[in-house]
């Protein structure tokens, strides 16, 4: 993935892409114990760094499928691994790139999502294996209450959260 | 719930912390495997034998 994520990072510095976040399985394995997944979840900023908006992610594909790598579906393969770049959706998605934290992958610099807008996200994204990650989250004491608090109520996420919580957790 | 099963959930318990304890560099390489492992799940003759049967 080293390889990878060197590929994404030289986007940025040819800015084709502003700032990034790896969200999805990849993000949470951050914090917490490996599992299984097919493929990278990249947050991109629509602004890149000439200060110009991207309106499609058609320079990304462009300048990726130039230098070899092939598209597949929704996603581009890069260096062995399928990567999906996703446009920031909403406010809560803006939020969670602009206080991503950075990390490293033997060497090569990344951006993470925070594990309280890992759990936010995949509360408002509500499928299944959403669910199952926050689980994974919350067994793991992984999150701090308070700072998901904040970004629930912010978000519109309260009556959510609870529901799941009192479907899942037990508690109302 | 018995103790003995009481006992395997708790070394379940234990090794999912150690190994979300571990540096992200480390984790991403067992992704990779499980990852590697998945696709060799996946493109097994048994698996597809087995899932034309419902």
Do not use: C
Not at chain 1, 37 to 58: C, E, K, P, R
Not at chain 1, 68 to 94: M, S, T
Not at chain 2, 5 to 19: P, Q, S, V, Y
């Amino acid at each position: 993935m080293k390889a990878t994520l060197e590929v994404i990072n030289q986007m940025q510095a040819d800015g084709v892409i502003g700032k990034y976040a790896i969200g999805g399985a990849v993000g949470a394995t951050f914090y917490l114990e490996p599992a299984a997944t097919l493929d990278i979840d990249v947050f991109v900023s629509f602004q890149n760094t000439a200060g110009s908006s991207l309106l499609t992610l058609s320079p990304i594909y462009e300048y990726l499928t130039a230098r070899g790598f092939k598209a597949e579906k929704e996603y581009i393969v890069i260096a062995g691994w399928p990567v999906q770049f996703l446009p920031l959706g909403n406010e809560l998605v803006e939020e969670a790139l602009a206080q991503a934290v950075a990390t490293e992958v033997e060497d090569a610099k990344v951006w993470v999502m925070t594990a309280e807008h890992l759990v936010a996200i995949a509360l408002q994204t509500g499928r299944a294996k959403d669910f199952s990650r926050i689980l994974q989250f919350v067994e793991s004491e992984a999150i701090d209450a308070e700072k998901l608090d904040s970004i629930l109520g912010r978000h519109g996420l309260v009556a959510k959260w609870r529901e799941f919580k009192h479907i899942f957790i037990g508690n109302k | 719930m018995n103790n003995r099963m009481e006992k395997i959930l708790e070394g379940k318990r234990e090794a999912r912390k150690r190994l979300a304890a571990l540096p992200f560099s480390e984790k991403i390489k067992l992704l990779e495997q499980l990852r590697d492992r998945s696709l060799a799940i996946a493109a097994s003759p048994l698996k597809k034998q087995f899932s034309h049967r419902g």
